[in-house]
């Protein structure tokens, strides 16, 4: 397992600057293969609940998950960034995960069930 990268100095934030960041936790609704992408993803479709809904997404997640056994699952991410055009894919909200001890993506989400759409505080 090698070492976390070392944080790169960067100024101080205010707590006004976090709220501005909208991350939700949504539920994955479909997973599928997406062979176009550059490094080994997933698309993802996730419902967030009544308000925001479905949103559809890319990840970098196909080296840990597969994708029938990511339906259902819970997971967060930030809902308020501009959606991105990723190949064909547009991306609309970013997936969170951190890296394990190789670099690849291991998802970020709530230990026991919470209510779809629920903002992290």
Not at 1 to 28: F, H, K, N, Q, Y
Not at 72 to 92: H, T, W
Request: proline share 13%; hydrophobic share 40%; net charge neutral.
């Amino acid at each position: 397992m090698s070492a976390p990268e070392p944080l790169a100095p960067a100024p101080a934030i205010g707590i006004d600057d976090v709220l501005r960041v909208d991350i939700r936790v949504g539920r994955v609704l479909r997973a599928e293969p997406f062979p176009e992408a550059r490094r080994p993803a997933l698309r993802l479709w996730i419902d967030f609940g009544p308000g925001l809904g479905e949103r559809r997404t890319s990840a970098r997640i196909a080296e840990h998950y597969d994708p029938a056994a990511l339906v259902g699952r819970q997971v967060l991410a930030v809902v308020n960034f501009p959606p991105r055009q990723i190949g064909p894919v547009r991306s609309e909200v970013l997936v969170l995960g951190v890296p394990d001890g190789e670099g690849r993506v291991v998802l970020v989400g709530p230990d026991q069930p919470v209510p779809t759409g629920g903002r992290l505080y």
